[in-house]
């Protein structure tokens, strides 16, 4: 195996957790309304927009937030949650780019 299909094999699993993360419908929902508010958005607001109860809520924001998707940031007493999607973006451009390079390269 050549050096480049093993850095773009490890590229995979480097985004393994982020693709997981996606494939969740609620967590879609969240980056979405999210995307929606720039300004971020409190527990309470988001479990009312999508419909689910706040611990579940909470579940899915600590998921994003540990893969890079969402940050949060204190207003008053509350928690407001941001979209900051470029790092984990950037790595799955990264992947998608090194797979085109490799199927339009030499054959």
Do not use: W
Not at 11 to 32: G, H, S, W, Y
Not at 35 to 42: E, I, M, R, V
Not at 63 to 71: D, E, P, R, T
């Amino acid at each position: 195996m050549s050096e480049r299909t093993e850095h773009i094999l490890q590229q995979f699993k480097d985004c393994i957790p982020l693709l997981e993360v996606l494939t969740d419908e609620n967590r879609q929902a969240i980056i979405m309304l999210l995307a929606q508010n720039k300004s971020g958005l409190h527990v309470n607001a988001i479990s009312g927009h999508i419909n689910l109860s706040r611990p579940a809520v909470s579940h899915h924001l600590k998921v994003l937030k540990q893969s890079g998707f969402i940050q949060s940031e204190k207003k008053g007493v509350e928690n407001y949650y941001v979209l900051t999607v470029r790092k984990p973006i950037e790595q799955l451009k990264l992947l998608i780019t090194a797979v085109e390079a490799e199927c339009n390269g030499p054959q």
